[in-house]
């Protein structure tokens, strides 16, 4: 006996649709406030934000130029030349104490060579003149008296003495009158800086030696 199985359908009910609760007007206007808030407070913040964040760019910016800068300077100073004046040889008549020669020693104390140009003056002043003499710029620069000292190294620059000082050398011994020696030296320290050394100094007919003027004398 074979069974048979009946399926019988059962009608079911649609479901009802789901309907939010109507709101009120005030609710959904303090909604819509809410929101506005909201975005209001949100692009506030970024705006703030992109500031804030535009501030510390550029400050960053500036102190990577300024450690930039420093390193640059740095580096000058450490590789770039100096040039200042060693001394100033002194050549006396054999059996006198009058001068016959005088040049100018300068010393590159740096570790580049220095490239340049000099140019130097001796004049005869009274001492009242030294006291307060406000050193004579020397004579332009000649291209033509080109230098170049190496690192460590010195240069002897030959001073023109006046023509006079052999005639007046007895008022020069007396101390009635003062040798007096202006200089000047522009080089470049390559680093695209045109460099100054300048330099003033008396003779003192007592110590034979030369002394600095009050002014006059600076090294860049």
Sequence with gaps: MVKKRVRTALPIAPAAPV????????????LEWAGFI???????????????????????RRANAQTERNTRTSLEQASRPWLTVKDIHTTLVPGTERIQSVSVSLENSGRTPAIGRLSQRAILLPPIEVRGWQPLEPSPLDPDRRFV???????DAPVDLPSALSAQWDAVAAGRLHLAIKGLVEYEDGFGQLRRTSYCDTYNSKTLHWDQCSQGNSAE
């Design 149 to 155: 000292i190496g690192p460590s190294h010195s240069h």
């Design 19 to 30: 309907t939010a609760p109507a709101q009120s007007p005030a609710k959904r206007h303090k």
């Design 38 to 60: 909201v975005s209001l407070a949100t692009l506030i913040t970024l705006v703030f934000y992109t500031v804030y964040t535009h501030g510390q760019l550029s400050e960053s």
